[in-house]
């Protein structure tokens, strides 16, 4: 029943059904970005596939990117033999680390490409560690139920590490911190098992880091051309809507430029033009007049990037 396995997916962290096989609850990730949950007979039996993105979802305004999706995917073809290959995406605030994982992580699935897909949120120690121990539990592991977390996290690892199971697997680990990649040292799979590790942080000393470990590259990520940072705006919001204005490319151009192509703060206008109704002109009048605020007070982090 619907109900109760929405329970048992609460209170497990995995997803089950009666079928035996993959299927598809409600919000399908293929076409909304949210997790795809997959439910499964056997207790204890490993799923075929097992997809744990995220509950916040990928933008169904994402544009462009492309050339970035594919580096990672050439970073991931590449073998080391001594560590799974690993892409560590750094880069400003709102420049769009999350949201390239998450689409990449989206696509990589659909194609069949890493059955087994897990984000570790590693904003803290805390997290990073209950995130990476829920890994346990995805795949079954008999010694799932341990109080202990620290045998918990080995055997989450021992379970990645193992190569004679040549299983495909990506661990995304979302906004290393330096606190957090000090545990990550410890707790991340070593050995070229058939997994990846995508790696997002603010910071580039951290990338280093992990990039002075080996079997790592880095993919600085910074704001859009201004082609794509148009296209970003236009995909967020219609500009040629109801007639209100003469679509200006110029506008388009002049109003990403003065949010230096941050696509966060090219979001929030987009969001603030869908919500209000105003257009290209109105928005740029308010930008301009150092008025922002109003567009964006539901996020404090506006004014930092836009034009001075
Ligand atoms: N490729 C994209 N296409 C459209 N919108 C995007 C894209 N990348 C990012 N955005 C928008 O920018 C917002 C911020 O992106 P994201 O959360 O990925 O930034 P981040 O670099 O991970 O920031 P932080 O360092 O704070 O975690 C997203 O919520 C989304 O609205
Ligand atoms: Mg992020």
């Not at 995406?89 to 696509?107: D, N, S």
């Not at 805390?126 to 008999?142: G, M, N, S, W, Y």
């Not at 990550?184 to 580039?204: E, K, N, V």
Request: charge should be negative; aromatic fraction near 8%.
């Amino acid at each position: 029943m619907q109900t109760s396995s929405t329970q048992v997916e609460k209170e497990l962290g995995g997803h089950f059904d009666s079928h035996g096989g993959p299927q598809f609850l409600g919000n399908s990730f293929n076409t909304s970005g949210a997790p795809i949950h997959f439910n499964f007979n056997s207790d204890d039996k490993l799923p075929a596939k097992i997809c744990e993105l995220p509950d916040f979802i990928l933008s169904p305004y994402f544009t462009g990117r492309g050339d970035k999706l594919q580096k990672i995917d050439r970073v991931f073809s590449t073998s080391s033999g001594d560590l799974p290959p690993r892409c560590i995406i750094h880069g400003i605030p709102g420049v769009g680390k999350t949201q390239l994982a998450l689409q990449f992580a989206t696509l990589a699935f659909q194609r069949g490409q890493y059955p087994y897909m897990f984000w570790v949120s590693a904003v803290s120690v805390e997290k990073a560690t209950q995130d990476f121990c829920k890994i346990a539990d995805l795949v079954r592991l008999p010694g799932r139920y341990t109080l202990d977390q620290a045998s918990k996290l080995t055997m989450a690892r021992a379970w990645l590490e193992d190569s004679t199971a040549a299983r495909n697997w990506l661990v995304v680990l979302d906004n290393v911190s330096e606190e957090t990649a000090v545990i990550l040292r410890d707790i991340l799979p070593r050995g070229d098992c058939g997994g990846r590790l995508l790696m997002t942080t603010r910071t580039a000393t951290i990338a280093d880091v992990f990039t002075a470990s080996g079997a790592s590259s880095q993919l600085a990520l910074q704001s859009p051309g201004i082609g794509d940072a148009v296209a970003m705006l236009s995909a967020g919001v219609n500009l040629e809507r109801e007639g209100r204005e003469e679509v200006s490319h110029a506008d388009a151009e002049r109003l990403v430029q003065l949010v230096r192509k941050l696509p966060l703060a090219i979001d929030q206008a987009a969001s603030y033009m869908r919500e209000t109704g105003s257009g290209l002109q109105e928005v740029l009048d308010i930008y301009k007049s150092d008025k922002a605020p109003e567009a964006s007070k539901s996020n404090g982090k506006y004014l930092e990037f836009t034009a001075g």
